[in-house]
Nanobody, 123 residues
Framework: QVQLVESGGGSVQAGGSLTLSCAVS????????MAWFRQPPGKEREGVAL???????AYADSVKGRFSISKDYAKNTLSLQMNSLKPEDTAMYYC?????????????????WGQGTQVTISS
């Protein structure tokens, strides 16, 4: 059974940085797509960053150049480095494991989700 536990969220001022981490158990990172999604208050869940099994990445336009997704085989974790944070980045952030090796922006393509970690950015 796959379990995902996010951590690293918090409250920071605009322009600051945070690093989110997703501890993975029951699954070896790298054999399927992994991703970060977020859900802003009152809005739908949206994809933020994708990490394909061959290590190529994709980012939502709103975070390109500011966020970076990566995995650590030794720690079996997925991370999201977030820089130059903006108030519109405020959301609950979730890590997810895909159903296959290929990635998609559709959350229906993901079979396992963490419980989320809250990120709040003040202006």
């Amino acid at each position: 059974q796959v379990q995902l536990v996010e951590s690293g969220g918090g409250s920071v001022q605009a322009g600051g940085s945070l690093t989110l981490s997703c501890a993975v158990s029951g699954y070896r990172v790298g054999s399927r797509c992994m991703a970060w999604f977020r859900q802003p208050p009152g809005k739908e869940r949206e994809g933020v960053a994708l990490l394909h099994i061959w290590d190529t990445t994709a980012y939502a336009d709103s975070v390109k150049g500011r966020f970076s997704i990566s995995k650590d085989y030794a720690k079996n974790t997925l991370s999201l480095q977030m820089n130059s944070l903006k108030p519109e980045d405020t959301a609950m952030y979730y890590c997810a494991v895909g159903r296959t090796g290929g990635c998609s922006w559709s959350f229906d393509s993901y079979s396992d989700w963490g419980q989320g970690t809250q990120v709040t950015i003040s202006s």
